[in-house]
């Protein structure tokens, strides 16, 4: 009877131990897919950005700030990630709000140069709308990935390199520096290869 009574309160020990060690995990997973993380804030602010430096361009604000803030939004991409791995904050949900906002910051900010800039120099707004290479041919992966509710795609070598050399050839644009044609242009061909790389994963 007493080993019974024994062997009874070691299970249940187990139990409690393993119950608990299970609401800890739970508690952690919840923590890490918890949309205001720090990494997920930083995405989101990217987000906020483009649309502000958008509304900056349009109604000629001053061209230092303009460039701060493209600074700040741009080097955000970077942050994100690191305080991901930092902070063990990595998630589903973060992936995918990288992923999207990666692909939709540089849109407002784009349009609206094509806007101001095409009655002062069509070429610079033709330089933009390369600079956009990925975007548009990797909108119908994009679109496939949300209708097969996909996971999160796999980022990339190329893709990580095709945000930073948009942000760099946007930027030369906006201030008008010297080679920025060269650079838009590679923009455009690496991010054709980048787009195609995305719509090739969405159609497995």
């Known amino acids: ?21 299970e609401g800890k995990k739970i508690k952690s997973e919840v923590k890490n897919q918890f949309i205001l993380n720090v990494p997920n804030t930083l995405t989101l602010l990217r987000l906020i950005l483009g649309f502000v430096l958008g509304y ?42 990288d992923q999207v906002i990666d692909r939709v910051f540089m849109i407002p900010i784009v349009l609206v140069l094509v806007y101001k800039f095409y009655y002062i120099d069509a070429n610079l707004a033709y330089l933009l ?24 795609y796999k980022v990339k070598y190329i893709g990580k ?25 590679a923009t455009g061909l690496i991010g054709i290869v980048a787009g195609l790389d995305y719509l090739r994963d969405s159609l497995r």
Not at 11 to 18: T, Y
Not at 71 to 85: K, L, N, Q, T
Not at 132 to 150: D, K, W, Y
Request: charged share 20%; glycine share 8%; aromatic share 10%.
């Open 1 to 21: 009877m007493v080993k019974e009574k024994i062997k009874q309160k070691i299970k249940n020990n187990r139990i409690g131990r393993k119950v608990g060690n």
């Open 56 to 97: 900056l361009i349009l109604f000629d604000y001053s061209m230092i700030l303009i460039g701060v803030i493209f600074f700040i939004a741009a080097i955000s991409d970077w942050f994100d990630g690191f305080f991901a791995r930092k902070l063990k904050q990595t998630s589903e949900l973060g992936a995918r709000l």
């Open 129 to 152: 709308i390369i600079c956009l290479s990925r975007e548009i041919v990797a909108t119908p992966g994009f679109i496939i990935r949300i209708i097969r509710n996909m996971d999160s």
């Open 161 to 185: 390199v095709t945000t930073f050399i948009q942000s760099v050839a946007v930027g030369m644009i906006i201030f008008t520096i010297p080679g920025a044609g060269y650079v838009a242009i």
